[in-house]
């Protein structure tokens, strides 16, 4: 049996701090069309943690074209309106690459 190849990701947001409790609040309870398409972007293991302001994410991307996926989520209505209620609250780091909202970060260590 073949082992499904996995690509681990993590990214870095800033969180306003008067957004916090709000945002907790929603993600306690994020809606199952947000999460369904999160699934069936290949996306698995999506934790999000917070420290000093800023949202660390982390998942792993179980398919095979990252691109299509990433295309396919965001034009999701659904998840659509989900970001339109995040974003207000989140402030992208300013050394981010050009094009991206949550900024990716480059793994330099991993062990299972």
């Not at 965001?74 to 209620?85: E, F, G, H, L």
């Amino acid at each position: 049996m073949a082992t499904q190849k996995v690509k681990r990701y993590g990214q870095l947001i800033g969180l306003k701090p008067e957004a916090f409790d709000k945002y907790v609040a929603d993600h306690a309870a994020v809606w199952p069309g947000v999460l369904k398409t999160i699934s069936d972007c290949n996306i698995r293991n999506y934790s999000i943690y917070f420290k000093d302001n800023l949202l660390f994410a982390y998942f792993e991307y179980i398919g095979d074209d990252f691109a299509a996926d990433m295309a396919k989520m965001a034009s999701d209505p659904v998840t659509q309106q989900w970001w339109a209620i995040m974003k207000p609250m989140q402030q992208p780091l300013a050394t981010r690459a050009e094009r991206e909202w949550w900024a990716d970060m480059r793994e330099v260590f991993h062990v299972d």
